[in-house]
């Protein structure tokens, strides 16, 4: 397989047609967190085959070199960065293996989506600009290095372990950002918080019966972008939902599990219970209530949700959590904090600090959590994370912090940023907009390393990164690479 190979049929004809062709081949070549090595190594035999000159550091990132255009060997050196990971979220519907399967896209009113799972045009459509500039041939330029990360959406550890004095160019262009027209100079840092606590089984009480209660159909989408739009998070939902059938009949809790990635707002949540036989009518009459009232509650923001329960087989189903366990996390859930904690007081209408309870998996034998807090300021997702700690610590249960990364501070005075407004100015005859965004971006770790660095980030528009549906416009692929195109060659001239 080469990178120019063509591309999926949906991506044929779609223009521009180098970038469209190189994203086809991220899509045939799976790429979860941790699992890059073959699209890595594909990608470094590209660049060799090219004559460009690579390097594969301590970290698995790959950097690729290009050398200036002659007579452009003075123009000051330009990275452009992209990471390799995609998120890998799938439908429960869906049969699709990422670490496999290769991603099928389709085409629908000027948009390109996948069917059923994720697209990974996060971080994929910045990665197939920076792959077809490198093998541009008429756009005059000075030397470029490609930096492709690894492990982006599960820890930023790629760019944790970027050793410094790597990278020679001392101006960026993160292509990571997702909304077209803006660019971006700021981002959230963050840190996780890992739940662990051991169980205590019990055999199921005699005449109990089994049920799987399950809640789907949420929207999910990415846990910093679309945490402030009061998205339904399934398993403080299901909780919810679990409290209040539990004090009103005798349930027991042999399973709970919600939520596929960290840095993704809860799609789904299933929970295995026992209840006597007699109970049944009970609970579907219950959860029938709740399925009103959660409508109601999410209505024009959650018109998907469904709550059901349906008979499980009583041999899948041999013990429960011990009863004050099983209080002991559900009250603990329910306490524990999730969405927008604080809006930034210095750039309206951005969030500055929030929380995601993005996992969870329990079982009568051992019981485990994920939370993933952002936020603008360091000492901001430092104090929630405390706070989660301290919640937790009342019961005895550890919960460890761990990845903690820097946000990236704004620059109001950058040079690089002053030139890229001059040439969207120029090419698009309007103005654009500057951004602070409460995700995590790289540009922050990469900054700390390589202090004075000049750094922006830009990109097309791409809705609901992070969960099946993802998409990316076509129109706004097609002029951010007439954007980039533009910004390479006027550093510089």
């Given at each position: 397989?080469?990178?120019?190979?063509?591309?999926p049929?949906?991506?044929d004809?779609?223009?521009?047609?180098?970038?469209w062709?190189?994203?086809?081949?991220?899509?045939?070549?799976?790429?979860?967190?941790?699992?890059e090595d073959?699209?890595?190594?594909?990608?470094?035999?590209w660049a060799?085959?090219?004559g460009?000159?690579?390097?594969?550091?301590?970290?698995?990132?790959?950097?690729?070199r290009?050398?200036?255009?002659?007579?452009?060997?003075?123009t000051?050196?330009?990275?452009?960065?992209g990471?390799?990971?995609?998120?890998?979220?799938?439908?429960?519907?869906?049969?699709?293996d990422?670490?496999r399967?290769?991603?099928?896209?389709?085409?629908?009113?000027?948009?390109?989506k996948?069917?059923?799972?994720?697209?990974?045009?996060?971080?994929?459509?910045g990665?197939?600009m920076?792959?077809?500039?490198?093998?541009?041939?008429?756009?005059?330029?000075?030397?470029?290095?490609?930096?492709?990360?690894?492990?982006?959406?599960a820890?930023?550890?790629?760019?944790?372990?970027?050793?410094p004095?790597?990278?020679?160019?001392?101006?960026?262009?993160?292509?990571?950002?997702?909304?077209?027209?803006?660019?971006?100079?700021?981002?959230?840092?963050?840190?996780?918080?890992?739940?662990?606590?051991p169980g205590?089984?019990?055999?199921v009480?005699?005449?109990?019966?089994?049920w799987?209660i399950?809640?789907?159909?949420?929207?999910?989408?990415?846990?910093?972008?679309?945490?402030?739009?009061?998205?339904?998070?399934?398993?403080?939902?299901?909780?919810?939902?679990?409290?209040?059938l539990s004090t009103?009949?005798?349930?027991?809790?042999?399973?709970?599990?919600?939520?596929?990635?960290?840095?993704?707002?809860?799609?789904?949540?299933?929970?295995?219970?026992t209840?006597?036989?007699?109970?049944?009518?009970?609970?579907?009459?219950?959860?029938?209530?709740?399925?009103?009232?959660l409508?109601?509650?999410?209505?024009g923001?959650?018109?998907?949700?469904?709550?059901?329960?349906?008979?499980?087989?009583v041999?899948?189903?041999?013990?429960?959590?011990?009863?004050?366990?099983?209080t002991?996390?559900?009250?603990?859930l329910?306490a524990?904090?999730?969405?927008v904690?604080?809006?930034s007081?210095?750039?309206?209408?951005?969030?500055?600090?929030?929380?995601?309870?993005g996992m969870?998996?329990?079982t009568?034998?051992?019981?485990?959590?994920?939370f993933?807090?952002?936020?603008?300021?360091d000492?901001?997702?430092?104090?929630?994370?405390?706070?989660?700690?301290?919640?937790?610590?009342?019961s005895?249960?550890?919960?460890?912090?761990?990845?903690a990364?820097?946000?990236?501070?704004?620059?109001?005075?950058?040079?690089?940023?002053?030139?890229?407004?001059?040439?969207?100015?120029?090419?698009?005859?309007?103005?654009?907009?500057?951004?602070?965004?409460?995700?995590?971006?790289?540009?922050?770790?990469?900054?700390?390393?390589?202090?004075?660095?000049?750094?922006?980030?830009?990109?097309?528009?791409?809705?609901?990164?992070?969960?099946?549906?993802?998409?990316?416009e076509?129109?706004?692929?097609?002029?951010?690479?007439?954007?980039?195109?533009?910004?390479?060659?006027?550093?510089?001239?």
């Amino acid at each position: 397989m080469t990178t120019n190979a063509s591309a999926p049929a949906a991506l044929d004809q779609l223009a521009p047609n180098d970038v469209w062709a190189h994203f086809g081949t991220l899509c045939r070549i799976p790429r979860q967190s941790k699992q890059e090595d073959a699209l890595r190594d594909h990608l470094r035999q590209w660049a060799e085959q090219t004559g460009l000159a690579t390097v594969v550091d301590q970290a698995g990132n790959l950097i690729i070199r290009k050398p200036a255009t002659p007579g452009r060997e003075s123009t000051p050196g330009l990275v452009l960065q992209g990471h390799l990971d995609m998120v890998c979220q799938k439908n429960s519907d869906s049969a699709h293996d990422f670490s496999r399967d290769p991603i099928r896209p389709v085409l629908a009113d000027g948009w390109v989506k996948a069917e059923g799972t994720t697209l990974g045009a996060d971080n994929g459509m910045g990665v197939a600009m920076i792959l077809a500039l490198l093998a541009d041939k008429a756009t005059s330029h000075g030397p470029l290095e490609a930096l492709f990360t690894v492990d982006e959406e599960a820890g930023m550890g790629g760019a944790q372990g970027l050793q410094p004095g790597l990278l020679q160019g001392r101006l960026m262009l993160n292509l990571d950002t997702e909304e077209w027209g803006e660019f971006y100079l700021g981002c959230a840092g963050g840190m996780d918080v890992n739940v662990q606590r051991p169980g205590m089984a019990q055999p199921v009480p005699a005449g109990h019966e089994a049920w799987r209660i399950s809640l789907t159909g949420l929207r999910g989408g990415h846990s910093g972008v679309n945490i402030h739009e009061e998205r339904g998070n399934a398993i403080k939902l299901l909780v919810r939902v679990l409290i209040d059938l539990s004090t009103a009949m005798p349930l027991r809790l042999a399973q709970l599990q919600g939520g596929t990635a960290r840095n993704a707002l809860p799609r789904e949540a299933f929970a295995l219970i026992t209840l006597p036989a007699a109970q049944a009518a009970r609970l579907n009459e219950a959860l029938a209530r709740w399925q009103a009232l959660l409508a109601q509650e999410l209505e024009g923001v959650e018109p998907g949700i469904k709550l059901q329960a349906e008979p499980a087989p009583v041999e899948q189903t041999s013990h429960v959590m011990d009863q004050t366990e099983q209080t002991t996390w559900l009250r603990s859930l329910h306490a524990a904090p999730h969405g927008v904690r604080r809006m930034s007081q210095r750039v309206p209408g951005v969030v500055e600090t929030s929380n995601n309870l993005g996992m969870i998996e329990l079982t009568p034998q051992s019981g485990s959590c994920n939370f993933m807090v952002r936020s603008l300021r360091d000492s901001g997702s430092q104090a929630l994370a405390d706070e989660i700690v301290s919640l937790w610590a009342l019961s005895g249960t550890t919960a460890e912090q761990s990845g903690a990364y820097p946000g990236w501070t704004p620059n109001p005075d950058s040079t690089l940023l002053k030139l890229c407004q001059q040439v969207y100015q120029r090419e698009f005859n309007s103005a654009s907009s500057v951004q602070v965004i409460h995700a995590g971006l790289e540009c922050g770790i990469i900054a700390a390393k390589y202090p004075g660095m000049d750094i922006v980030s830009f990109g097309p528009t791409i809705r609901g990164a992070h969960a099946p549906g993802e998409q990316v416009e076509v129109a706004s692929v097609a002029r951010t690479w007439q954007l980039l195109l533009a910004i390479v060659s006027a550093i510089g001239a």
